[in-house]
């Protein structure tokens, strides 16, 4: 099964974007779902993820109050506000157990990345 991320792109600082994450053909309902993301020559990092059950979500400190996300029954979403140049990578979503993504950057499914290049 392959998660299909999108929405990237090339903004200037302080603008928006919004991915979407999708797998065609099924849904992800029991699974939590995150964002990931890799700058050139870092480590793969945790963005945000939401719960299956309550849809609670959770974030990094470094986006808290400019991302926001979200999914419907097929659809994985994140809105990203106020884009700071450090917000540039590849961003990946996966699908898994929530501690596990959130702390271990581990994942049952992953994405194939969609490119986030914010400009100063």
């Known amino acids: 099964v392959q998660l299909q991320a999108s929405g990237g792109g090339l903004v200037q600082a302080g603008g928006s974007l919004r991915l979407s994450c999708a797998a065609p053909?099924?849904?992800?309902?029991?699974?939590?779902m995150g964002w990931f993301r890799q700058a050139p020559g870092k480590e793969r990092e945790f963005v945000a993820a939401i719960a299956w059950s309550d849809s609670r979500t959770y974030y990094a400190d470094s986006v808290k109050g400019r991302f926001t996300i979200s999914r419907d029954k097929n659809t994985l979403y994140l809105q990203m506000n106020s884009l700071k140049p450090d917000d540039t990578g590849v961003y990946y979503c996966?699908?898994?157990?929530?501690?596990?993504?959130?702390?271990?950057?581990?994942?049952?499914?992953w994405g194939q990345g969609t490119q986030v290049t914010v400009s100063s």
């Open positions: 996966a699908a898994g157990l929530l501690d596990a993504l959130i702390s271990t950057i581990k994942a049952d499914y």
């Open positions: 053909g099924r849904t992800f309902s029991s699974y939590a």
